[in-house]
């Protein structure tokens, strides 16, 4: 039965889900679909046509679940730098902004946008962009449901 299984790879990854919870574990990277690594796989698959994701929990809720798209607020790829994330992408940052969530949340750091979006404006990049941005903190890289910012602060 093992020539049946697609292989898959695990990233380590924390969920901020809408409702506040926040669920650490696993999600599942499929390698015969992508080829970037960490963050890329994630936002491939947070920006693909499904409506659920395969997780698997390591928290007091424990174990394997799907977790809807809609209802995910932020993923968190923790200890993963710029420079490895930029490294497999034909992508720009923009320097220094603070994201407003809507609940509440702030977080700073570098929103990466694709070049090929025809506009140099922000407003216009984010208007364009996909349901998940990836945006890279002191912490990791951040995939940010883009439908989820109430504001964008640009800092000088």
């Avoid at 889900?17 to 499929?30: E, K, P, Q, S, Y």
């Avoid at 809720?61 to 994330?85: N, T, Y």
């Amino acid at each position: 039965m093992d020539q049946l299984r697609v292989p898959t790879r695990r990233i380590e990854v924390q969920v901020f889900l809408v409702d506040g919870t926040r669920v650490t574990g696993t999600m599942f990277h499929h390698d015969a679909l992508y080829d970037h690594g960490g963050p890329a796989d994630i936002c491939d698959e947070l920006n693909d046509e499904r409506a659920f994701l395969p997780f698997d929990s390591s928290t007091e809720c424990g174990g394997a679940m799907l977790l809807s798209k809609r209802h995910i607020l932020r993923v968190l790829v923790p200890d993963f730098s710029f420079e490895q994330f930029a490294s497999d992408q034909h992508e720009q940052h923009e320097d220094g902004s603070t994201l407003l969530l809507d609940d509440g949340t702030r977080v700073s750091g570098r929103l990466i946008l694709e070049t090929r979006l025809a506009s140099s404006r922000l407003l216009d990049k984010l208007n364009q962009a996909p349901a998940f941005v990836p945006f890279v903190t002191d912490h990791g890289v951040e995939l940010i449901n883009r439908g989820r910012v109430v504001r964008v602060f640009k800092k000088d």
